[in-house]
T-cell receptor, first 112, second 115 residues
Framework: DAKTTQPNSMESNEEEPVHLPCNHS???????IHWYRQLPSQGPEYVIH???SNVNNRMASLAIAEDRKSSTLILHRATLRDAAVYYC?????????????FGAGTILRVKS | NAGVTQTPKFQVLKTGQSMTLQCAQD?????MSWYRQDPGMGLRLIHY???????DQGEVPNGYNVSRSTTEDFPLRLLSAAPSQTSVYFC??????????????FGSGTRLTVV
């Protein structure tokens, strides 16, 4: 499985934008970039995914580097509810089952 | 829609006992999977299924059995519980056997303690 590298933790102020980075220098052409988050005492929650182009949805934006070796999850205005562990995961579209394999993720702390 | 429903939410077992963790989804998702999450660690894949009648092992399958007789249900069986199986268990499902772009829906988890 292609690997991702994320900072262990980040801190943000409430109402400010947050940029969560992810490095995936060994990404293949068939890998999709997925982001999930896990709030305390809950199951993971799908946030967003992309392949080559930047993506927006109601939760966040995903900016993908032109060479696809890195990406950034953008929360436009952090709230206390956004405090969670954020996982950047690659899923191979050519792999049987294209499993979701979790790493350690980034712990996001939001200060009021 | 209920999404992914896991039962029970909490369970205490004695070493050597067996039990089944239930997982049901009402979204007609082909793919279902089980994860465990130990304190301070990420989720690890136990078993997965790409459709009814098809199951495969994940990263940590030892001590667990699964079957998939219907699209909706994917139970996880602990054959002989051990303290090392104390963990939080999550069931997840998604559309499509081979759609790498489809998002997963997770259940709220079962917290299992083996004494």
């Amino acid at each position: 499985d292609a690997k991702t590298t994320q900072p262990n933790s980040m801190e943000s102020n409430e109402e400010e934008p947050v940029h969560l980075p992810c490095n995936h220098s060994t990404i293949s052409g068939t890998d999709y970039i997925h982001w999930y988050r896990q709030l305390p005492s809950q199951g993971p929650e799908y946030v967003i995914h992309g392949l080559t182009s930047n993506v927006n949805n109601r939760m966040a934006s995903l900016a993908i580097a032109e060479d696809r070796k890195s990406s950034t999850l953008i929360l436009h205005r952090a709230t206390l509810r956004d405090a969670a562990v954020y996982y950047c995961i690659l899923r191979d579209g050519m792999e049987y089952g294209n499993k979701l394999v979790f790493g350690a993720g980034t712990i996001l702390r939001v200060k009021s | 829609n209920a999404g992914v429903t896991q039962t029970p939410k909490f369970q205490v077992l004695k070493t050597g006992q067996s039990m089944t963790l239930q997982c049901a989804q009402d979204m007609n998702h082909e793919y279902m999977s089980w994860y465990r999450q130990d304190p301070g660690m990420g989720l690890r894949l136990i078993h997965y299924s790409v459709g009814a009648g098809i199951t495969d092992q994940g990263e940590v399958p030892n001590g667990y059995n699964v079957s998939r007789s219907t699209t909706e249900d994917f139970p996880l069986r602990l054959l002989s519980a051990a303290p090392s199986q104390t963990s939080v268990y999550f069931c997840a499902s998604r559309m499509g056997q081979f759609r790498a772009w489809s998002g997963y829906t997770f259940g709220s988890g079962t917290r299992l303690t083996v004494v």
